[in-house]
């Protein structure tokens, strides 16, 4: 009540005394107010900065760089350029582009010297080992393997059919030298390590003592001992159906492979009817119908080696039917024995290879060497594999494989170059057909019939089907039909 008394009287005293404005701010002031046209000093609360680091950016300047070309010639300059480089099969290439300044263009387009190719091929025919020393440094075991090893080294001499192979080979290069992609690889021109022509000094026996690689082969079929067949392995490109050892047929079961050949050898014939075919066509079915019908009739007719079951070697073609040259020549049907590591195997010249390539033996034999061996892999890519090969052995009339007579035959002919050396043996066989046959038909077994004993026990490994073939691999492929041995 004070208060309002006081303000009343201050009001007054403002309106009477003239001091009107100067009081009426002082009691503005002293009431809390403000008086009219004053700026409001209001506080704001002040935000409070905190400094942060910052990323300094830097910024990239990137000088573009001007390729200065060289100044176009105002004449010829002469050019030389040499690449070197390797083939599929790994055979060194140089190349070398050189030029010269010629006529016009328009003679020099008919010119056929301004513009061509010169291939010049280098090429080093190996020389034949023929010691002692030089094989026991391939294979330590030989010279402890055969007892008169050192004897039967002294009379050894360079066959003339390793240098006939390699003049072969020389020559397949050079004819396919514009043909790049068919030379043979380095792989195969080296197959060859040695061919020695022997003559035991007490026994007369003859032998050609071989030393290359081993390729693996296929082929063969007979219906009257093994009617069915692996299609793994009769379907690959590289098999054929016969064998160069082949006989006459001994049952009425069909060769399992007769329905396949018979069935393409119509479906040719029938397109061959069809009028309106082309030149190439006809000529191209001709030269197949042409090769399928004696095929056809041998099937029906002859039995063959079967590589899957029978030990048996290639030889080239070209070695065959040379005895009138040289009395060291091979036939097909001679025994022969294959040595790799420690091992020695029994077996026989069964089959006709390439001309040009030595160094294949039978399925059966490549499995035994190394399990992973198939069609398309090779058992033994280095030249450790020793092919002692008897000339004159073959029996006078072919059969079918008797493995146990292959083994006693085998036995003796090493007995007559001096024998197997202590603390080594021949293999013996098997008989893979016998023990199928067994398995499938038990009650055709007489009674009380036992297998033969099997001194070194098998396993056949079959390839999976589904595995690609290795890099490595390089199987056979015959460039020459099979030829029926002479002494059939």
């Known amino acids: 009540m004070l208060g309002f008394l006081a303000v009343v009287f201050v009001l007054a005293v403002v309106k009477f005394s003239g001091n009107g404005p100067a009081a009426k701010k002082v009691a503005i002031r002293w009431l809390g107010g403000m008086p009219k046209g004053a700026e409001k000093i209001v506080k704001v609360p002040v935000e409070k900065i905190v400094e942060k680091p910052v990323e300094k950016v830097v910024e990239k300047v990137v000088e573009k760089i001007v390729e200065v070309q060289p100044p176009m010639p105002s004449s010829y300059v002469s050019w030389k350029k040499v690449d070197v480089a390797k083939l599929w099969n790994e055979i060194p290439v140089k190349t070398e582009v050189a030029t010269h300044e010629g006529a016009s263009a328009t003679i020099e387009r008919v010119r056929s010297e301004a513009y061509e190719i010169e291939m010049k091929v280098q090429l080093a025919v190996p020389s034949a080992n023929k010691t002692a020393d030089d094989l026991a440094q391939v294979n330590p075991h030989l010279p402890k ?183 060291f020549a091979p036939a097909i049907g001679d025994y022969a024995v294959v040595i790799h590591n420690d091992q020695l195997y029994p077996a026989i010249a069964g089959d006709a290879g390439p001309t040009w390539k030595f160094g294949e033996a039978s399925l059966r034999i490549a499995r035994t060497i190394n399990e992973k061996a198939s069609p398309y892999n090779r058992p033994v890519s280095d030249l450790t594999v020793t092919y002692l090969i008897f000339p004159g052995s073959a029996e006078a009339k072919n059969s079918p494989p008797d493995l146990e007579k292959w083994y006693q035959k085998c036995s003796a002919l090493l007995d007559e170059i001096g024998g197997i050396g202590e603390g080594f043996s021949l293999h013996r066989w098997e008989d893979l057909i016998a023990k199928r046959r067994a398995e499938k038909h038990p009650e055709a077994m007489p009674a009380g019939a036992e297998s033969k004993p099997v001194t070194t026990p098998e396993t056949t490994v079959k390839p999976d089907p589904k595995s690609p073939a290795p890099a490595e691999t390089t199987p056979s492929v015959p460039e020459n039909p099979k030829t029926p041995a002479p002494n059939e």
């Open 145 to 327: 393997m055969l007892k008169d090893f050192d004897l039967l080294m002294q009379s050894a001499e360079v066959s003339p059919f390793y240098h006939y192979i390699y003049e072969l080979k020389t020559t397949r290069v050079q004819q396919n030298t514009t043909r790049i992609d068919q030379l043979p690889s380095r792989h195969n021109y080296y197959d060859l390590e040695t061919l020695l022509q022997i003559r035991h000094p007490g026994t007369q026996r003859k032998l050609l003592l071989a030393q290359a690689d081993m390729d693996t082969v296929s082929d063969g079929s007979d219906g009257d001992r093994w009617p069915e067949l692996d299609n793994y392995i009769s379907m690959s490109p590289y098999y054929q159906p016969s064998t160069s050892y082949g006989w006459p047929k001994q049952t009425k079961v069909p060769n399992p492979l007769l329905d396949r050949w018979e069935s393409k050898l119509k479906e040719y014939e029938a397109e061959f009817a069809q009028p309106g075919l082309s030149i190439e066509r006809n000529r191209e079915l001709r030269t197949l119908i042409d090769e399928y019908k004696p095929r056809v009739a041998d099937l029906k007719a002859r039995s063959y080696l079967i590589a899957e079951a029978d030990p048996f070697i290639v030889l080239p073609l070209s070695f065959l039917g040379r005895k009138s040259e040289n009395e």
